[in-house]
């Protein structure tokens, strides 16, 4: 029987030669024997292995389960399920894992892959909705879980037919209770390791796609926010750490680069209406997740999720970088109340909006600075962007 650690450092030095992004994450997380989990399980920051699985399993498939368990925390597709079938999006969350590690060359041999061509490219919440829509669903894909076995086995024979996965993985999938670390990639530790790791990979003239996700999904986040809150930062003096910055993760997108002793103080509301498809919540959820994970010490972003009304509020700093997940609104928008709440107490700040336009606004312009980025129509009033002109 192979010793256990002297796999696990083989099989590190052999990912930063061949894959370094997931090599140099790999070796620069806290790995700890644990008989209890199944093959590897990452939480709070520790990487926990069953010593026995190492030593005992063939050498790609303990490859392949390492990179598979440090691209869930890396994606965090659990912390961005919401009110989404929990099934359907376990399976399209081991879809786009799968799809990454068998592009990636780190699947290879391995016959549990649930890896289809047609989602090469694709985020976890365009996987979901596709499968959704083959497993004779309609609608919007929100909804709580409760189906019995039987919808079950008829949904996996309809995917399964539709994407040539074998049903036994899709079953397989669809039954996991194993949720990543929601704070995986949004540890302070656990980004500069990322970072860290992108950089090691940039130095070794690779490219891979893992390296190129910035929150993760598929897609990167396109909204230069450093740009539009240029004109709205404000004098912050005192504030040291501002002055100290080190660079060194600069241009991984550690921080956002503002000028010296300015920060930023902006509300960013989410609208998560009806009309809002998954697809695009998923993708705001992204662009202000990209916001909160640049934050330097002293910027304050309220986050507000609203549809008729504000339904979350919360505040982003550098102390608490993540939004809360889509808590999916009803009916239609109507920004008067939420306009009317945040000119008693947004004291000046801007006030960002992603939205799809197809709203009622106030007739009366606020007295705050307002910016419109929508992926549809545009605010009467404000300053206008389209989600698109950032692509």
């Not at 929150?215 to 404000?234: A, K, N, Q, S, T």
């Not at 100290?244 to 010296?260: E, I």
């Not at 999720?305 to 700093?317: G, I, N, P, W």
């Amino acid at each position: 029987m192979r010793n256990g650690d002297r796999t696990l450092a083989y099989i590190k030095a052999r990912l930063l030669l061949e894959h370094p992004f997931f090599g140099s994450v790999a070796s620069s997380i806290r790995m700890e024997p644990d008989s209890t989990v199944q093959g590897f399980s990452f939480s709070h920051g520790v990487l926990r292995y069953d010593p026995l699985f190492v030593a005992q399993s063939p050498l790609n498939q303990c490859t392949y389960e390492l990179a598979r368990e440090i691209l869930r925390s890396a994606l965090a597709h659990w912390n961005r399920r919401g009110s989404r079938d929990r099934r359907l999006w376990s399976l399209a969350s081991e879809i786009v894992t799968g799809v990454i590690l068998q592009e990636s060359g780190l699947a290879s041999g391995i016959p549990s892959v649930p890896y289809s061509r047609i989602y090469s490219g694709m985020s976890v919440e365009e996987v979901y909705s596709e499968l959704w829509k083959m497993s004779g669903n309609a609608g919007t894909g929100f909804r709580c879980s409760g189906e019995d076995n039987l919808s079950i086995i008829e949904s996996a024979d309809r995917i399964s037919a539709s994407t040539g996965i074998r049903k036994e993985i899709i079953l397989e999938a669809m039954n996991s209770t194993r949720e990543s670390d929601s704070q995986g990639l949004y540890s302070p530790k656990m980004r500069e390791i990322l970072a860290s790791a992108r950089l090691v990979e940039t130095m070794a003239g690779k490219r891979s796609l893992p390296a190129s996700l910035f929150i993760g999904g598929g897609r990167m986040p396109i909204i230069p926010w450093e740009r539009l809150l240029d004109p709205f930062l404000v004098p912050a003096p005192g504030i040291p750490s501002l002055r100290r910055f080190n660079r060194k993760y600069l241009d991984s997108g550690l921080y956002l680069p503002y000028k010296r002793n300015m920060v930023a103080r902006a509300v960013v509301v989410m609208d998560v209406s009806a009309s809002i498809s998954p697809e695009t919540a998923g993708q705001f959820w992204e662009e202000i997740a990209s916001l909160g994970s640049g934050l330097n010490p002293g910027d304050e972003v309220e986050y507000i999720q609203a549809d008729a009304d504000a339904v979350h509020r919360e505040m982003l700093s550098c102390q608490n970088r993540v939004p809360e997940k889509i808590r999916h609104g009803n009916g239609g928008t109507d920004f008067t109340t939420l306009f009317r709440a945040l000119s008693a107490d947004v004291d000046g700040r801007p006030v960002f909006i992603l939205t799809d336009g197809r709203a009622i606004f106030p007739d009366k312009e606020p007295a705050f600075p307002l910016i419109c980025i929508s992926t549809d129509l545009p605010a009467p009033y404000g300053i206008n962007y389209s989600y698109g002109d950032f692509a």
